[in-house]
């Protein structure tokens, strides 16, 4: 049986982000259901350069786990040497969007990478027609960098840049990136992450997680992207639907298809049942109780097993609705007490009655 569990507080959630696995979704605008182990272009993303350029493989991830990396191999023609570009997107060019992804270079620093997008306005509205956040070389080999980049909405009269290039165990910025705006005509996007020039065939660059979000202050931080917790000790957060191993969390802001391990769960609650210690409580007689089960095959106010099994249940909910069952017992059984002990009394009553009579008749 599979639960659905509404939590309005889960305190302690750490995300982690393995897009590259598709286990968990937050806002990504990329679908990364077709990001598995292979060679060339896959699902919603196409190759730059050959086939023979580009793979895709386990290796470890920004975090020290097993992740499916994007891996550029150069061929020797100094030319598109790997990385690919999503398809494309819709957006709204009223709004900000920012783009993610992670870059290792290894062996040396042959070659460029780049981050870029779709054809675009620069921020002093002069036309960019082929758009990159950064284009340029990592500063050190072997180690793991977060790139973001900024589009700003078509009517945002803004002229600083954002983005950046960030250090995956420091968490510093490293080197500024170019931000963009939107064109009023902009309907679409395109995410793209290459590898450009190198020469070197025993260079690699490998990639993972990208992602583009919405900023509108739902997105993940960039403290919880790098996995790097802030000086006053914030938690990753999402603030929309979050669903992990599945990717249409529906009307729950976090929907898991697994097990939940926690040491506290905290679940708020606008109503408890200790109304039905009320003096005004009409309390269900066990006649009816015992009809109800006969003709229902559960409790009052329980859900049944098929309810159970189609809608899940809500755990606070289904908390108070048990408490209020309990409560309800205790009244019975209070009651039950008072009258076994009146049923005691008026036994003692009559056993004394009997034998004062037993005791006159030998008179």
């Known amino acids: ?32 259901t077709g990001w598995t182990v292979g060679t060339g272009s ?8 050959g086939a023979d ?24 023609d100094a030319n598109a040497d790997g990385g690919f570009a999503s398809q494309q997107f819709p957006i709204l060019h009223t709004s900000m969007y920012r783009f993610t992804s992670w870059v290792k270079k290894t062996n040396s620093h042959g070659g460029n990478t780049y981050l870029g997008c779709g054809p675009l306005l620069n921020l002093n509205g002069t036309t960019a027609a082929n758009a990159y956040f950064w284009a340029g070389d990592v500063p050190e080999l072997n180690r793991w960098y977060l790139m973001v980049g900024y589009i700003h909405a078509s009517d945002d009269a803004s002229t600083t840049n954002f983005g950046g290039l960030y250090d995956g165990v420091t968490g510093a910025k490293v080197a500024n990136f170019t931000d963009f ?8 996007s395109v995410h793209r992450n290459y590898l450009y020039y190198d020469a070197n065939v025993n260079d690699r660059q ?40 599945t990717t249409n969390p529906g009307a729950f802001d976090l929907a898991v298809n697994g097990n939940v391990r926690a040491r506290e ?4 609650a606008e109503v408890w049942p200790d109304f039905v210690f009320a003096k005004d409580y009409e309390l269900p007689s066990l006649k009816k109780t015992e009809k109800h089960i006969k003709e229902k095959g559960h ?5 049944s097993a098929a ?50 009579l037993q005791k006159n008749q030998k008179q």
């Open 53 to 76: 350029e580009n793979t895709r493989a386990w290796g470890l991830g920004p975090d020290g786990k097993s992740a499916i990396l994007w891996t550029a191999i150069p061929s020797g």
């Open 307 to 356: 309810e159970a099994q189609t809608n899940g249940i809500e755990l606070g909910d289904m908390n108070k609705r048990l408490l209020q069952k309990i409560e309800e017992l205790t009244l019975y059984l209070i009651e039950q007490k008072k009258q076994g002990d009146q049923q005691k009394n008026q036994i003692r009553e009559l056993s004394e009655k009997v034998t004062l």
């Open 299 to 303: 409790l009052p106010g329980i859900p």
């Open 206 to 245: 490998y990639m993972y997680a990208p992602r583009v979000d919405l900023v509108n202050g739902d997105e993940p931080s960039l403290s919880s992207l790098l996995g790097i917790q802030s000086s006053i000790s914030d938690p990753a957060y999402f603030a929309g639907k979050v669903g992990i191993k």
């Open 42 to 49: 896959t699902g919603a993303f196409v190759r730059n350069g």
């Open 265 to 268: 769960i905290k679940v708020d």
């Open 1 to 32: 049986m599979k639960f659905k569990i509404l939590i309005k507080v889960f305190l302690g959630l750490v995300v982690i982000l393995t897009a590259s696995q598709g286990k968990i979704y937050g806002q990504n605008l990329l679908d990364l």
């Open 181 to 188: 705006k939107f064109a009023t005509t902009t309907v679409t």
